[in-house]
């Protein structure tokens, strides 16, 4: 018992339905021969009946119990029934039960074996099985009447077990036949059935499928990598920790197509397969998600796919930062070199003795800075956005490109709230306006205004524009026309429109002299206890930093306008203030 407890799963379940078909067919064997033996016995009950209600009616029986001794004509008759219908044995009885009539002679005058007073006092016949001096026998028993009706004696007929046996085994063998084939087949099906669950498990006993599935569960639901299973009609089948978390699906999706779920067409469609390819990077719930998706083949049939999807939220987050430090990098780099150029011809003017055109040079170069520093503080008077567009124009110096603030653009401070989707939405456009005049040079004006609905940006260029077929297009993550760099693509304008979008707002494109984008990106309140910064440091510069500033701008212009003050210091301060706030905020993804 113990080595078939121990043997590989085939072979149990060999031994197992084995002894199944041994038992159904051994019971059915059984009950068929139970039931055809009562049925042989309630046959040969008849027939014994039969004929003992024959000899009972016949005329010669009635007149031989009239004469003095009936068993000289009661014996020859019944021994003449008994060989004419083949029934063991024929007895005639008086109503005293005395034998008148027996196989056995001897026993001729002696009284029945077996009590039949209930035959001659009712009347009625009877059948059933009893023991008598021949042995176990099926019998009938009737009633012989005279000719006025009274009971005068009885004929009882019989049947031994013996015979009944005899033709019960002569139906054996067809039943044994029958149970050999069916057992056989049996057989022949329990090893097939073996076989094939032996071939599904792929040959793997119990407990190696319980080990392979405690290994699964721990490695699907503990890696930090999404996995989505599909079969081949688009419904899940099954989804891990990270991928609920990731989507935002429950336990009780699996089993549900894609398009009842509440998905995003971007991710409907890569996860379906319309937008197929490696690598596909999807927004969805502030996330930025990279999906792959993997068909599955099961003994080379397509059985469905799965899906990996991974967080880059963070990393792209990084890159984002990493191209904004390497830009101010570039700006602080190309002013270093713009001063030094500066501090040579300033070198040059005094070793020439002209001490006067020097300080006219520093005093005009100081000025043109600081005015056009200032002049961006006017209209924008966030100090973020203002700093992110001072760190923009000497990137777009550094391209080979112009930055100009248009005339109508006014921001005030503190309207902004919280100015990172206002930052996100502005540096992406400007970065986006800069690629489009990337080695061919151009202007790019920018205008941002606040107004009653919200922050309106618009950035054109005059770079060649946007295909017509394309206004749309350029907003799906994704999609690009840059050539192929380090670190993610195509997600800028697609960040841009899901920052407007999640206030309410809408960003378009157009053409006019160029590509045109508008944005509009309405006010949220801030919750209370979450002041932004350029609110809280606001306050302070009424009371004490603004005058400090002012005055000191003042002060520098004064002494601009004297022609005694430096340039280095202010220019500096300002270039590191502009890239210091550039490199923090600009194209930062929303967590």
């Known amino acids: 018992m113990r080595r078939i407890l121990n043997a590989s799963l085939g072979t149990q379940l060999f031994v197992l339905q084995t002894v199944i078909v041994f038992l159904a067919v051994g019971g059915t064997a059984g009950v068929w021969m139970e039931h055809t033996r009562s049925q042989l016995d309630r046959q040969y009950q008849q027939r014994a009946l039969a004929i003992a209600e024959s000899v009972a009616g016949l005329p010669q029986v009635r007149e031989a119990f009239a004469r003095p001794r009936p068993e000289l004509s009661l014996q020859p008759i019944a021994a003449g029934v008994q060989a004419a219908t083949g029934a063991d044995y024929v007895v005639i009885a008086n109503r005293e039960q005395i034998r008148y009539a027996h196989p056995n002679t001897a026993l001729i005058g002696k009284r029945l074996s077996t009590d039949g007073s209930e035959i001659l006092s009712s009347g009625h016949a009877w059948t059933g099985i009893q ?60 090893g097939l059935i073996a076989r094939r669950v032996r071939r599904q498990t792929f040959g793997l006993e119990p407990r190696e499928i319980a080990a392979l599935l405690e290994q699964r569960e721990g490695v699907l639901h503990g890696v930090k990598e999404g996995v989505l299973a599909l079969d081949l009609q688009g419904r899940v089948t099954l989804v891990n920790d990270a991928a609920r978390d990731l989507i935002g699906l429950s336990a009780h999706d699996v089993g549900r197509e894609l398009r009842e779920m509440p998905l995003s067409d971007r991710m409907r469609d890569v ?61 602080l780099r190309a002013q270093a070199h713009e001063f030094a150029n500066r501090m040579h011809t300033v070198v040059g003017l005094l070793e020439l003795g002209e001490h006067d055109m020097a300080v006219n040079y520093i005093t005009q170069t100081s000025e043109a800075y600081g005015l056009y520093a200032s002049g961006i503080r006017e209209k924008v008077a966030d100090p973020t956005l203002a700093a992110l567009l001072l760190a923009k124009s000497a990137e777009a110096a550094e391209r080979g490109a112009s930055l100009v603030l248009a005339e109508d653009s006014r921001v005030e401070e503190g309207v902004l709230g919280d100015p990172h989707d206002a930052v996100l939405v502005v540096g992406n456009l400007v970065a986006n306006a800069l ?54 693509r195509g997600l800028g304008l697609a960040l841009t429109r899901q920052a407007c979008s999640r ?50 701008t003042a002060g520098r212009r004064e002494k601009r306008a004297d022609g005694r003050r430096e340039s280095g210091t202010g220019e500096e301060k300002e270039s590191g203030t502009a890239g210091g706030r550039g490199r923090i905020t600009d194209a930062e993804l929303p967590r």
């Not at 151009?442 to 394309?470: F, M, Q």
């Not at 309140?525 to 005055?551: N, Q």
Request: glycine letters at 14%.
């Open 271 to 331: 996860l379906d397969g319309v937008d197929a390819g490696d690598d596909r990077v999807v927004l969805h719930r502030d996330r930025v998600l990279v999906l792959n998706r993997t068909p599955v083949a099961v003994r080379d049939q397509q059985s469905g796919w799965v899906v990996t999807l991974r967080d880059r939220t963070e990393l792209v987050r990084l890159a984002h930062e990493l191209d904004q430090a390497s830009s101010t990098t570039d700006a």
């Open 435 to 488: 690629d489009a005049l990337e080695e061919i040079g151009g202007t790019v004006e920018v205008s941002v205004r606040t107004e009653t609905d919200g922050l309106h940006v618009r950035v054109g260029d005059s770079g060649p524009g946007i295909i017509p077929g394309l206004a749309e297009e350029v907003f799906r993550e994704g999609f690009t026309t840059k050539i192929a760099h380090a670190g993610p």
């Open 131 to 190: 023991t008598g001096t021949l042995g176990r026998s099926v019998r009938g028993k009737a009633p012989i009447f005279d000719s006025s009706g009274r009971v005068i004696g009885l004929a009882s007929v019989g049947v031994l077990q013996d015979t009944v046996a005899d033709e019960l085994g002569s139906a054996l063998p067809p039943l044994l036949w029958t149970v050999l084939a069916v057992l056989l087949a049996g057989s022949a099906a329990t």
């Open 503 to 552: 206030r309410g707002g809408w960003v378009r494109v157009h053409n006019a002299g160029g590509a045109v984008f508008t944005a509009l990106l309405p006010r949220r309140e801030d919750p209370e206890g979450t002041r932004p910064r350029g609110s809280g440091t606001g306050e302070r510069r009424r009371d004490g930093t603004d005058g400090e500033r002012e005055s000191g």
